[in-house]
């Protein structure tokens, strides 16, 4: 089957039931196979999905030395032989995250080459955060036709102010700064959950880092780590994602390996939509009887801020709420191109800048639709999930880098999505 050519068709308009267990989540997992490379040994992570992104950070991994092997859900990589601290261009490209490894190769070998990373097309992404960081930590950085070269030989800890709590720079300085000898502070840190589980999984290894979830995060570089096994946590937006599911299809269903604590932003705007929840401290029921009400207002911000990464599937969902939204995209400044893939639908979207106005229609329409990045793309399937009649996704391949099987996923529901190439 040619992956790139495959399309998801989406039979709408059938509410959901059952239970369904979230995947361990990708933005946890991506910086833990990058500080994999911090042990000159072996790591077992386990529950990890195959997703594109995380088969993109094994490449890069690879081509630095490291070996891995998929036992079931269970991921073995041995980094004793890894011995180059250069990022070929091409697979820097695809992911984002291989910014991440800047900090980790720099630590383990005091030198690291990267082209500008690639990732979602949803704004410019600067860098310029992780390389000052980096420059705080007594790093030398040379910029060279679109490559990143650092010289880590002096490296020591420092203290370090982000001008803005970035995920990115956060975790890459963290990462920097593990093997770095002398304390490092980071101030403004973000306080994402995937921050916690970076520094839980490096404390596994024998790191000691304390502070993550808190704006200041301090690190006492060690001199080796040691191998261990790990369970990273489960993915909050592929959790958002199947409650946001519930609310627009209706439905009641029983969300398991979920952890509420990290979504209250979502289920405080879904309650407001009239949605009724069940929550216990590992699953949640949420049952949606009626058509759903506007959310009013929704403003993405910094943890435990609303998620930027549930802005466009929360989109979907106000399309067919009864009331008019307003939701500000404070993030990133181009992440409304799910919009007029949605407009497509019948959804009535006005976009101006970082925000756009929602007001309700009684009922989307399937349609041809274009998936434009990760998170657009899942918000197409929610409304092709929701809609009268057939919607046909083009360009999965954006959704398939974060949502394993999303197709059975949702049929396990009740929903009626088939893959065709
Ligand atoms: C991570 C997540 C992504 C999520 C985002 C915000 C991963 C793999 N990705 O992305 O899914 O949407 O957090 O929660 O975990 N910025 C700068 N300079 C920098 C770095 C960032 O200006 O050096 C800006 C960005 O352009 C953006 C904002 O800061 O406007 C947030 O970016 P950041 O928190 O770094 O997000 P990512 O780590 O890229």
Redesign the pocket.
């Known amino acids: 089957m040619d992956k790139n050519n495959e399309k998801l068709i989406i039979t709408g308009g059938k509410p959901l039931y059952g239970e369904i267990a979230v995947d361990t989540s990708?933005?946890a997992v991506?910086?833990i196979l990058a500080a994999s490379i911090l042990n000159s040994g072996k790591t077992v992570l386990h529950n990890i999905m195959p997703i594109t992104?995380a088969y993109n950070m094994l490449n890069i991994l690879s081509t630095l030395g490291c070996t891995y092997k998929w036992e079931n859900n269970d991921l073995h990589i041995n980094c004793v032989n890894a011995h180059s601290w250069e990022i070929p261009q091409d697979l820097a490209k695809e992911i984002?995250?291989s910014i991440f490894m800047l900090g980790s190769i720099l630590s383990r070998f005091r030198a690291a080459k990267v082209s500008y990373p690639g990732?979602?097309d949803?704004?410019?992404?600067?860098?310029?955060?992780?390389?000052?960081g980096l420059k705080d930590l007594n790093v030398k950085i040379k910029e060279e036709h679109g490559f990143i070269i650092c010289d880590g030989t002096n490296m020591k800890g420092g203290n370090v102010h982000l001008d803005?709590?970035?995920?990115?720079?956060t975790?890459n300085l963290i990462m920097a700064a593990a093997l770095t000898e002398g304390i490092t502070e980071i101030r403004n840190a973000?306080k994402?959950p995937?921050i916690t589980d970076l520094q839980n999984f490096i404390n596994c290894m024998g790191g000691k880092i304390s502070g993550a979830g808190t704006s200041t995060i301090t690190i006492q570089g060690v001199e080796t780590l040691k191998d261990c096994e790990y369970t990273p946590i489960p993915d909050r937006?592929i959790g958002g994602t199947y409650l946001i599911a519930c609310a627009i299809c209706g439905g009641k269903i029983r969300i398991t390996n979920f952890l509420s604590e990290h979504l209250y932003s979502l289920i405080a705007k879904l309650r407001e939509s009239g949605c009724e929840f069940n929550i216990t401290p590992t699953y949640i029921d949420i049952e949606c009887k009626q058509r759903p009400l506007t959310a009013q207002i929704i403003e993405t911000l910094?943890?435990p801020g609303f998620?930027?990464?549930l802005q466009a599937p929360m989109t979907a969902l106000q399309t067919i709420s009864d009331g008019t939204c307003m939701i500000i995209e404070n993030?990133?400044?181009t992440r409304f191109k799910h919009c007029p893939e949605l407009i497509k639908m019948g959804a009535n979207i006005t976009v101006r800048d970082r925000m756009a106005i929602i007001r309700g229609v009684s009922h989307l329409q399937g349609a041809e639709v274009n998936a434009m990045d990760l998170?657009g793309g899942a918000a197409l399937i929610l409304a092709g999930l929701a809609a009268k009649g057939t919607t046909v996704i083009n360009n999965i391949n954006h959704i398939d880098r974060g949502y394993f099987n999303v197709e059975e996923k949702f049929n396990s529901l009740g929903g009626d999505i088939q893959r065709i190439s």
Do not use: Q, W
């Open positions: 990708k933005n991506l910086p992104d984002r995250s990732g979602c949803i704004g410019i992404r600067p860098i310029d955060l992780h390389l000052k803005y709590p970035s995920v990115g720079a975790e973000a994402e995937e937006i910094p943890y998620p930027t990464d993030m990133f400044e998170r």
